[in-house]
């Protein structure tokens, strides 16, 4: 089975702190992707990479940046948290053209709180 | 990028059979339609994928029209256990990653 952990279920942060959440997957998959979920707007995208080193804005990249240094590994990044970055952050990933599905794997969640 | 819509939120009682239909007006040729299942305090999960016709697995049934237009997910006799957000994404799986989530649909499942 794929699984993809995420390195903490709940996090506290102040205004201002940088965030890190990182992500792990173990299927050797190429496609990584960060979602957060917000009641009522359902999953937003907000960055994706094809591989390592490469990354793709989502559609809500404002006040994050993201990292791919290992093909298993990708981090989201908040450089100065703010309150309206408290939010449910789902890590994901997939194996493109595989078959048709391109099916993805989600993490847990990561629900953040910025105070 | 092909828009899905999908009304916010179903109720059904157990044992009951459950349709929630997704429209989507302007699928492309190459675009395939998934569905997602989402449970509390978890991250969604893939339950069915289709083109055309029908598809059947051991969770659900997805029925997509000639014009592809919209489909509808069909689950069989529904227990509390489904209860769940279910969101539809049409998109071209070959590694575009077009596809995106959109609200879902909050499905109620009452004794």
């Known amino acids: 089975d794929v699984k993809v952990t995420q390195s903490s279920r709940y996090l506290v942060k102040r205004t201002g702190e940088k965030v890190f959440l990182e992500c792990v997957q173990d299927m050797d998959h190429e496609n990584m992707f960060w979602y957060r979920q917000d009641p009522g707007l359902g999953l937003r995208l907000i960055y994706f990479s094809y591989d390592v080193k490469m990354k793709e804005k989502g559609d809500i990249p404002e006040g994050y940046s993201v990292s791919r240094e290992k093909k298993e590994r990708f981090s989201l990044i908040l450089e100065s948290a703010s309150t309206n970055q408290t939010s449910m952050y789902l890590c994901?990933?997939?194996?493109?053209?595989?078959?048709?599905?391109?099916?993805?794997?989600f993490g847990p969640g990561t629900r953040l709180t910025v105070l | 990028l092909a828009k899905t819509t999908q009304p916010i939120s179903m109720d059904s009682y157990e044992g009951q059979e459950v349709n929630i239909t997704c429209s989507h007006n302007n699928i492309a040729t190459n675009d395939y339609i998934t569905w997602y299942q989402q449970f509390p305090s978890q991250g969604p999960r893939f339950i069915i994928q289709g083109y055309k016709t029908k598809v059947t697995n051991e969770v659900a049934s997805l029925f997509i029209p000639a014009d592809r237009k919209s489909s509808t997910l069909s689950l069989p006799r529904v227990s509390l256990s489904d209860t769940a957000v279910y969101y539809c994404l049409v998109g071209d799986p070959s590694g575009n990653n077009d596809m995106r989530f959109g609200a879902g649909t909050r499905l109620t499942v009452k004794p």
């Open positions: 994901a990933s997939s194996l493109p053209g595989s078959g048709h599905t391109d099916t993805q794997y």
